[in-house]
């Protein structure tokens, strides 16, 4: 659940630097894999057909059903798709995409001009363009001056990478399919629907007419849903199924000693124990600040994510370029430190431990890690309960800023630092947990000084180096650790496994051995 | 003969304790039919210290009545007075206040105790129901009663299944007592028991009546039994009253043929005279029908607006309702 | 007070003898002693030299040992320490649930089939509405209103229950209402409530406590079905409901994790079960409430 809502809200942009090293290389000779059936299992739910509709439940099925009009590989490379060449504007204001010639949609219509100024339009609506309506927001307005071209203006010069990461979420949807496309997929991907039995799975199968030469491999691709992540892992073991897609980090740990593939993408998330600065005992920054030390991160990593990840005191994967591991060291675990800073908070023990811990009762390893924290917050004479909440009222609170503290996941930490602020707690406008004005003044100075650093490579870490102080001074989210998210657990039969920068299932170069 | 008002007969009796009027009972017919009159404008008085009998066969409507006068039992019309107060229409809680003054003493002694409290619990509870006595005073109120009824107040702690039939109904009045009623139901309160035990019961409530000054509701179908304690006797068949008058009156000259019938049906100590009885034909038993029909006097009760009810000598009237047909 | 004293002690005496009775019975010992062995733990955990709560990170999932005979939860914690508390979550949890729809099922029964008249079909249909709602749903249903805590949980599954009672209780003064001793009370002057509570209450009491033994395992049941469900009493409060869900996720590392609280959870539901149908058995033999008429 919390990658879900996570996920609704992180996803927008691309990978500028490389990506977090991949568990295994890239398929070196798909076109020796054999065909057949893919059985995958997956652990959620489909929510609908929408390509826009871009969280981690409709993961498995947007990149078989649906070509985007660029893709970017594992290491943020752009690469054509749908479009086969884009011409960006010298005073970035415009692009010019040049659409791919033969292709069709799943119903025999062939793909023109009309389908993407449709998707653009569903993608500016408010109302209907979900995940991508906020990436929009640089557009102004769009046109088509034939069948194979499309040019879309924006509203001020935008950087190139941001151009890039529109053209990237684009995923052309059929003109007169787009109303229904909650139903019944409309794209031009390498596969197509075939059944779908809900809260059991779905059956696609190969598009004979994909325009990707002897892809897909796979005649046919099957979804089953587990609502147990035990039960996924048996159905593995058993050969029940090939894959399983966005299964729990322990099991794959687990698998992955057993002898199976475990493939985890470049799109990790970082947990984050975020502070509502504004209410009770937290707006005390001493306090807070208690709390860079009160997070056991190896512990939590290791009970949580079955140690797969790495413990961090900052927001950023290794590969950002505001990493800094000795953050990681000067905030670790240290109970004695917490308790010198609780102590100069000034506040009473009764006032310390006035609030609740919201908890996500979804996600188990929510559970488990808030357990830990409260743990380590007793040693320190702060006895707090856990308000463990389910599903929807638990996103409402999240999102909402209804919670004293609590555990999310941020996501975008692979890319450039200033991408941070898509995640509701970094928020530096309209914080919906912080609300306006901003009580962190320092961070959103940082966050600007950040974004305006054009100068030289002196000036940029000066800013990297300033953000990372103010964030550990303000302490209003507390990193912990990252952790894989969308993770592939393969039997060794199949190979060909594709990684997509957001973690979404490839299917199309998987075959078996 | 005239026919008289049923009240006029009492009118000479000192100011009557009881004083019911018209009172009918019906029960709901199951499924089809007419509505049972269990009871049926049954009228009379009783007055302080008195008893009245009341007898007719099983069914006739006698229990009903005791219940209803006590109001356990829901009356469909008519009017009960006691000590002058209207209990039909009474609220439930002024109704629980009258309940000191009345009390029932039920046919099967060893159904009528809870099996689950001590003798001294069972005495205990009309007590604190009506806050009659101090609590410091309970236990030596309960031993008075005890002491009344000619039980060992040392039995106190006990649970009745270890008395035997005779002691429970004892109990079963003394609890009846603890109140200090005017006035109490009996109804057969001795039928359950053997011979002996009978008339020791029957001993018991006369000198209780008269050492209390008690009335009595006295429902038997045992006539012999009525005629030791009743000063006077009604006679029940099929709802309704049909003969009233004092003891010797309805037992020495009997004015209704139901009476006779029932008289009749006493069986004698004689054992000769028994068999004979039994083996002579039962009389022509096809009464009139309770309602319409001529009146065997000859009076027109429904022009003339009077009960169907004749005075055969003072204090001792008759209904011309089921006589046997002809 | 001498009243209720009485009704009191009428009360006991009838519970007394039951349980006398039953603990004649072979089959039944053995479910007593574990229920006992149960209660014990949940009632002295504490005098115990065992810690439910305090996490040992580095010694997470361990196999049962001399030093954690149940061996050790994802947290580290000691899972037999787990259990016993555990006992006192589940057993306050049927405690609680079975105080509460005895508490408004059984004067709802005993009203209904008292008074007989509109307040019988307004009583009963506002029961069978409850009774149509699945226990689990309702439930859960409430849990969200009411927010996860033990008390919901309990409230929850206590409201569940309130049919049964109802219905048992209303069965009973309909049988009961119309014996002699109870035209006695009333003829005294007994009121409704007093006759109700102090005089058919009593002999009605076996039924009722067979009851309050099967809902007490449904309750036991139901309450791990909610933590297993993820909304029963909240951690780290220890749940044997709540150690199945997380422990199923380690069936392959620790295996016992799942299995150990499963397993005393199974026995107890058994152990009450057990006695629930030897009490049904022996009362039906005994003509059910009605009492007997000894001494005659
Ligand atoms: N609760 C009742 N419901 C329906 N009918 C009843 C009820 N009680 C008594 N009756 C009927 O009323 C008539 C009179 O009964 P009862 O007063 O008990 O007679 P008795 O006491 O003279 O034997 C009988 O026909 C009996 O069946
Ligand atoms: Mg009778
Ligand atoms: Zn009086
Ligand atoms: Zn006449």
Redesign the pocket.
Known sequence: MTTVSRRQFCIGGIALAAAAPLAMSLPAAAQQLKGGTLRVAVLSELANYDPQQLSTVNFHVIKNLYDSLIEYTPEGKPEPSLATEWTIAPDKTSVSVKLRDGVAFHSGTPFKADSVLATLQKGADPKRGKNVFSTMSIVKDWSAPDDRTVVINFKAPVPERQILDLLQFLIPIEAKGIDTVETVPAGTGPFTLVSRAVGQGLRLKANPNYWREKQPIVQDLVFTVFSEDAAASAALESGAVDIIYNGSSRSAARLKSAGYQVFSGPGKLVQVFRINSTRGPFRNKSYRQAFNHLMDRAGILRVGYAGMGEVVAQPWAPASPAFDASYTKAYAYDLDKAKALLAASGLSAAEMKDWKMLVNGSDEASVQISQIVQASLGKVGIPIELDIRQGAEFVSALLGGDFAAVFGAVGNVQKFPSRVTTNSIYRTSQNPILKDPHPHPTYVAAIAKVDGASGGAAEVKASYDNLNKVLVEEAFAIPTNSYEVGLIVASDKVAGVTLEIDNLFVARTIGFK | MTALDPAAIVEELPRPLLQVRDLSVR?PARGEGKA?K?VDRVSFDIGPGQTLGLV?Q????????GRAILQLQKAHSGSVRLLGEELTTMSATRLRQMRRHMQFVLQNPYSSLHPRMTIGQILREPLLVHRSVPPARLQERVAELLDLVSLDPGMMQRYPHEFSGGQRQRVVIARALAVNPDFIVCDEPVSALDVRTQAQIVTLLQSLQERLGLSYLF?AHDLAIVREVAHRVAV?FRGRIVEMGSAAQVYDSPAHPYTRVLLDAVPVPDPVRQRERLRRAPPDLHFLEGDGGGCVHGTDHASSNTAEWHEVAAGHGVSCRYWPSR | MAARRDAMSAMLGSTLQVLRRLSARRSTSLSFAFLLLVALAAVFADVLPLDPLTQNLADSLMPPSSSAWFGTDELGRDILARVVYGARTSLVTAFGAVVIAALIGVPIGLVAGFFGDWRDSVLMRCIDVLLALPNILFAMALIAVLGRSQAAALVAVGIAGIPNFARIARAQVMALRQLDFVTAVRSFGGGSSYIMFRTILPNALSPLVVQAIVLASIAILLEAALAFLGVGVPPPTPSWGEMLRTGKSYLHEAPTYAVLPGLVLTLTILSFDTIGRALTALLDRHDTGVPERRGR
């Not at chain 2, 099983?58 to 009545?65: H, I, L, N, R």
């Open positions: 029960f049972l269990a007719g099983s069914g006739s409507g006698k229990s009903t009545t429902i029940m």
